[in-house]
């Protein structure tokens, strides 16, 4: 069953490759068009999450080495440093995740204190009205 999942994804590794960049790059601007265009806060804050998932899944891809293995030194496989994987991507995607969760929780609770504030997360609404 491995050998069969091994010789499929050696097949169509630069389908995949490519698959893992589009999705990346189609959610970066998903999250951009939410971003631009909508006017409510929550959605606006929704989008920026967004962006923040695409631009993980791309360092992820960028950081993928076809067959390499986990960036652990062990006796016995000491020619594997030639196909060790780069975990510095991985270590900052993982920092990213945490400090994306907190911004994301920051926003989001500065949105519900404006729309405590104005009763409405509308920015046009919030713009027209004088502090």
Do not use: C
């Amino acid at each position: 069953m491995q050998e069969e999942f091994n010789e499929i994804f050696l097949k169509y590794h630069d389908i995949i490759s490519l698959g893992v960049y589009g999705t990346a790059i189609g959610l970066i601007l998903i999250g951009l068009y939410a971003v631009l265009m909508k006017k409510n806060l929550v959605k606006i804050v929704i989008g920026l999450t967004i962006i923040d998932a695409g631009i993980h899944l791309l360092f992820i891809g960028i950081g993928y080495i076809n067959g390499g293995t986990a960036p652990i030194f062990s006796p016995g496989y000491e020619d594997a440093a030639k196909r060790m994987v780069d975990p510095i991507p991985q270590a900052l995607v993982l920092t990213a995740i945490v400090i994306g969760f907190a911004v994301t929780a920051v926003a989001l609770s500065l949105v519900i204190r404006l729309y405590k504030h104005h009763h409405t997360a509308k920015i046009d609404q919030i713009k027209s009205l004088k502090w």
